[in-house]
């Protein structure tokens, strides 16, 4: 298969896991392992996580809404202090930000799929110029109303690199949403360190990214 394009998550692939920084919060609270993130696949598509990576609430209402769902499921938390941490946490990987400037120098074309939302006050996805400027084309579910592991935000990255899904890679850290993307005929690679990921590409794309 001829490649031409490659497809990065952020957080947990480019950029420092969100999901760690979650994971030490509820150690510090001393609730279960995992209890939010079950707690945002349990309420799914209308639960308060999902309508704000799509952009259809405020942060500030998020926080109350995520606040109950919460507590209703069994532990109480602060949704506030939790995305306060996530955005001081979030830094980029340098290891992917050379293998990015590769595949560019390489003739591939390069996107940023990520689930985010939009705030005033804090913010898991930072939006520098810099970051932003080393892919061709840069998709956020709150700016598109479609968040992974939804099919059609995978279509819209690949129209908008102007390749097929079947020529390209996506790097995701949850496997759900790379179910996903292997369905429309996507290559995935789950991250689970940038140097495992890195290695796994670079032999589907035959370039050397240990010397960045």
Partial sequence: ??????????????????????????????????HINRVVVETGPTGAWSRL????????????DFDRECAAAGHVISAAEMMTRIAASSGPRPTMLAAIRKLRAGDYRVAALTNNWASDSVDATPRHPELRDLFHVFVESSVVGLRKPDPRIYEHTCKALGVEPSHSIFLDDIGSNLKSARALGMHTIKVVSAEQALE?????????????
């Fill in 200 to 212: 796994e590409l670079g032999s589907v794309v035959d370039l050397d990214f240990s010397s960045g």
């Fill in 53 to 64: 990576e799509r952009g259809e609430t405020a942060m500030d209402v998020f926080f109350g």
């Fill in 1 to 34: 298969m001829s490649y031409r394009a490659v497809i990065f998550d952020l957080g947990g692939v480019v950029l420092d896991s969100p999901l760690h920084t979650i994971a030490r919060y509820e150690r510090d609270l001393g609730i279960p392992e995992g």
